[in-house]
């Protein structure tokens, strides 16, 4: 592992959790000037002291698993379904949405002997909710707009995140079942919070002043 003269490294999450991360950093009093403005770059300063790299979810993870980020900000979703070595210190109160288990408005799910089968961009998180069931399902992985596998027939019921429900409502889905809330989350590297621990746990302990 590289050196601990560097800058404090923060994976974050683009896109959704991007901007209510942002806005956190500013509220403590750092500049994020280079963040709002970075065009294509992705590796960005904070301050002095602090270095934003921005990853996709599953990356932000990886990252910080690996110690090449000493923190990540990250949903919970992606979390439960990758289930890495990490401390999840704080719960960040933005990113709020939840699991669900949604299909085709009007079906009932749970009634038949057959084998259901589950699309799902979270086949962890929907393998676990269905064996505490007891219930045998076959799941099938989905990249994306996963709403589309029941429409197509290609799966009886999904399961994924709702925000807002407009998705599901707009497609002519709705949710069967709720599985779990979901917000952002802060995950910091094992090893950086014994060898930055001043550090890291003042800055810990300036996000919890100013979470909302
Ligand atoms: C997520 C999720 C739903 C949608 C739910 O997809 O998979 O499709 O948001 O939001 P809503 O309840 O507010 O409508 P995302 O936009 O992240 O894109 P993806 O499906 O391509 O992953």
Known sequence: MEKVN??????????????DTVGLLEKIGYDCAAVRDKGRRLILPVGDTIEVVLAKAADVITYVENGVCDMGVVGKDTIMEMNGKFFEI???????????????????????????????????????FFEKKGMDVDIVKIEGSVELAPLLGLADAIVDIVETGTTLKENGLEVFEDISPISARLIVNMVSLKMRQQEIESLIKLIEENLN
């Open 6 to 19: 560097r800058p404090l490294r923060i994976a974050l999450t683009k896109g959704r959790l991007e901007k």
């Open 90 to 128: 704080a719960d960040l109160g933005f990113g709020k949405c939840r699991f669900a288990l949604a299909g085709k408005k009007g079906t009932d799910f749970y009634s038949g002997y057959n084998v259901k089968t589950i699309a799902t961009k979270y086949p962890n998180v929907s393998r676990s």
